[in-house]
């Protein structure tokens, strides 16, 4: 008797939802330094094994040239990368007269990858999950799952191979992607660990994301106010 692959999925969907929570605990107590280390090393990785995992994406997804796809990697891991890596998403990020802005994580993000752009799309949705002291667990669409996986290994490898950004005996899954996809990836981000979603795609993925977790704006998910009127504070 074969096993249901849509209930294997959906249950290992709650298994790297309930572990990553685990790890978010962990990398929410890290001081801004460390977290941008870890980034900063991510990003490099990704650029090193760019035209591996381009080829892998449009030899898996049939999408695309290598080239192009190289680039975009590039992008999300460079460009875009330097283009937020100063700023601030641990402690007081902004402080006036009567308002003070203190970063916060949200805690388990729920990254939605389509089959367009799927390396480029994982980096990106990775890189900003751990800037703000958030893991990820990625729901990769079938026929990208094996390039986004890898994409994901890359990232998550990290972890083991550098003493300074990953303590002895941690939780070393804050990066989690999928082996299967899911039969209807709403489970996923509606498992009670899910705090936000990123998704992005056709409209039976992206479509789908308002009825599961709140979607997640990089700033807005790591950002709450406090005001000093209200406290009572001159």
């Not at 991510?42 to 290598?66: D, F, H, N, Q, W």
């Not at 975009?72 to 100063?86: C, G, H, P, Q, T």
């Not at 550098?162 to 070393?172: L, T």
Request: proline share 3%; aromatic share 6%; with cysteine.
């Amino acid at each position: 008797m074969s096993a249901d692959k849509d209930l294997i999925s959906v249950q290992q969907a709650r298994d790297l939802v309930e572990a990553a929570h685990r790890a978010q605990a962990e990398i929410a107590r890290f001081d801004q330094t460390k977290i941008d280390r870890i980034c900063e090393a991510m990003a490099k990785a990704t650029l090193r094994e760019s035209p591996r995992i381009a080829a892998l994406a449009v030899e898996e997804t049939g999408y695309g040239i290598p080239e192009d796809k190289q680039e975009k990697n590039r992008f999300a891991a460079e460009d875009v990368w330097n283009y937020f890596k100063n700023l601030r998403t641990v402690g007081v990020v902004s402080e006036t007269k009567d308002v003070v802005e203190i970063a916060s994580p949200r805690g388990v993000v729920a990254g939605i990858i389509p089959s367009t752009n799927p390396t480029s799309t994982a980096i990106f949705k990775i890189l900003i999950a751990i800037k703000s002291r958030n893991s990820i667990v990625m729901s990769p669409h079938p026929s990208a799952a094996r390039c986004i996986n890898e994409t994901a290994k890359v990232m998550r490898e990290l972890h083991q191979r550098d003493r300074e950004s990953h303590a002895r005996g941690g939780d070393k899954r804050r990066i989690a992607g999928l082996r299967d996809w899911l039969y209807d990836d709403r489970d996923h981000r509606r498992h009670r660990g899910v705090d936000e979603a990123q998704a992005n795609g056709g409209h039976s993925r992206h479509g789908r994301d308002r009825s599961g977790a709140r979607g997640v704006f990089f700033r807005q998910a790591c950002i709450w106010r406090w005001s000093r009127q209200r406290a009572g504070v001159d």
